[in-house]
């Protein structure tokens, strides 16, 4: 079973409430058991609600305490992040997840680079608060930008 960012399968969960379909997600989804999930969501947030950025850091140092995830009006999200993540991490036992597919640059499922914390579309490297706990449970992880449909055949094998 494969864990997918439920934005790119169509589900309105991003913070704006829209998606961020992705063709070769959608397609493949019909004809196989994705689990679809949305780590905002499941942490409590609502859709929409404002966007949010890790402040310093990444998920990792946010899953330490070092870090927090404020919206774009200052109020603090971090624990909705986490018990996200946590969740995230349930699902994993659950349905014995062999990967995971993410929307890059989010906040919560960003494989490889997410947004500044300066709300200003900046990116730098770093993995999100859900991406750093999958990681850390040894999931592989892609991103909607670096799956390629030989890749997706190998995962769905």
């Known amino acids: 079973m494969i864990l997918v ?3 790119l399968l169509g589900h309105r969960t991003r913070y704006d409430g829209g998606s961020n379909d992705i063709a ?3 397609e493949q989804a019909n004809h196989t058991q994705f689990i679809t999930f ?12 404002p966007a ?3 402040t310093s850091g990444s998920g990792d140092d946010v899953l330490i305490g070092q870090s927090t995830v404020l919206d774009k009006n200052g109020k603090d999200v971090t624990s909705f992040f986490i018990c996200g993540a946590e969740k995230s991490a349930q699902l994993t036992e659950k349905y014995n997840i062999t990967a995971a597919i993410l929307k ?8 490889l680079k997410i ?23 040894g999931i592989p992880l892609y991103s909607e930008e670096d799956i390629t449909p030989e890749q997706l055949q190998k995962l769905l094998k």
Do not use: N, W
């Open 24 to 26: 070769l997600l959608m």
């Open 104 to 111: 890059q640059r989010s906040p919560s499922c960003g494989s």
């Open 5 to 7: 960012s439920a934005c």
């Open 115 to 137: 947004y500044d914390g300066t709300f200003s579309h900046r990116t730098k490297p770093g993995m999100g608060v859900t991406a750093a706990m999958l990681h850390k449970l």
């Open 52 to 54: 949010a950025e890790i």
């Open 38 to 49: 949305c780590p905002e969501i499941m942490g409590g947030l609502p859709t929409p609600r």
